[in-house]
C-alpha cells in the first residue's frame, strides 16, 4: 500500500513538473500593443467574413490576404496571435518564448501563460490578461462603458443601412430583424449578437432599438434607442 501511495506521490510531482519549462521570454512584452493588434484582426474578421461569405481560418490568412496591415514586425516578432475555432469565438495573443535562445531563462507553466496571454472574448466581448482587469459588472472602466456604447452604435447603424438596402431590393421594409438575418441583410458581430436583442420599431420601422441581456457586463435591461429620421441617439450611453 505504501509503495502504491509512493508511486501515485512521483506521478503527481512529475505531472507537475512537466507542466512547467524553462525558456527566453522576449525583452519588453507589450500587452497593450498586444491589445491593438486584436482591436484591428478583430474588425478585419467581420469584413472578411462580409467580403468572402467565411471566418479566416488563421491571422496569417489575414495578414496575407492584406486584411490586416497595421501589426509591426516588433509586435509580430513578441507575440502569436491565434483565432479560436471555425467562426473564430476568441483572439488570443500569447507570449513567443524561446527554448534554445541566449539569455536568462524565465520558468513558466499555465499559470505563466494565463498571467501572460491577452484574449479577448468574441461572444461577450471580455478582455482577459496582463493590463486588463477582469470585465464585470464591478469594475467597468469609462472606456470600457464607451466601447460598450459604441459597439451597440455601430450595430444599430449598420442595420438602419441595411434597411435601406432590403427596401430597395424588395420594395418594402423587412418585418423585423429575424427577416432580415435569414435574407442576410446585415452582419453582426457576435458580442453584440449575445449582448443585446436588436428589434425595428414600427412598420415602416422609425427606430432601430437595441435591449441588453444578462451577459451584457453592465447587466440586463439597459435600452439604446435610434431615431431613423433624425439619425439620432437615446438612452442608454447617451442620455446618462
Not at 7 to 19: C, H, K, R
Not at 49 to 72: F, Q, T
Request: hydrophobic share 35%; with cysteine; net charge negative.
Amino acid at each position: 500500500m505504501r509503495f502504491v501511495c509512493l508511486l501515485l506521490l512521483v506521478s503527481a510531482l512529475i505531472a507537475m513538473a512537466g507542466d512547467e519549462d524553462w525558456a527566453v521570454v522576449p525583452d519588453s512584452l507589450d500587452p497593450a500593443k498586444a491589445k491593438k493588434a486584436i482591436d484591428e484582426i478583430r474588425e478585419q474578421c467581420l469584413i472578411f467574413y462580409m467580403d468572402r461569405g467565411r471566418a479566416p481560418e488563421s491571422v496569417k490568412e489575414l495578414i496575407d490576404s492584406k486584411y490586416v496591415v497595421g501589426i509591426d514586425s516588433a509586435t509580430l516578432t513578441r507575440w502569436e496571435f491565434r483565432l479560436g475555432f471555425s467562426y473564430p469565438t476568441s483572439i488570443t495573443a500569447r507570449p513567443k518564448v524561446s527554448h534554445t535562445g541566449s539569455g536568462e531563462k524565465t520558468r513558466i507553466g499555465s499559470t505563466w501563460w494565463r498571467q501572460h496571454t491577452v484574449t479577448y472574448d468574441f461572444l461577450n466581448g471580455h478582455w482577459g490578461g496582463p493590463g486588463f482587469p477582469y470585465y464585470g459588472t464591478e469594475n467597468l472602466t469609462e472606456e470600457q462603458k464607451s466601447e460598450l456604447v459604441i459597439d451597440a452604435q455601430e450595430a444599430i447603424e449598420n442595420i438602419a443601412l441595411w434597411t435601406s438596402v432590403f427596401l430597395s431590393d424588395r420594395g418594402r421594409y423587412p418585418h423585423d430583424m429575424k427577416e432580415m438575418r435569414d435574407n442576410g441583410y446585415g452582419v453582426i458581430t457576435p458580442a453584440v449578437y449575445v449582448q443585446w436583442d436588436l428589434q425595428l420599431v414600427g412598420s415602416p420601422p422609425t427606430q432601430i432599438k437595441a435591449i441588453s441581456s444578462h451577459i451584457m457586463p453592465e447587466g440586463q435591461g439597459k435600452v439604446l434607442i435610434y431615431d431613423i429620421e433624425t439619425e439620432k441617439f437615446s438612452g442608454y450611453g447617451v442620455d446618462e
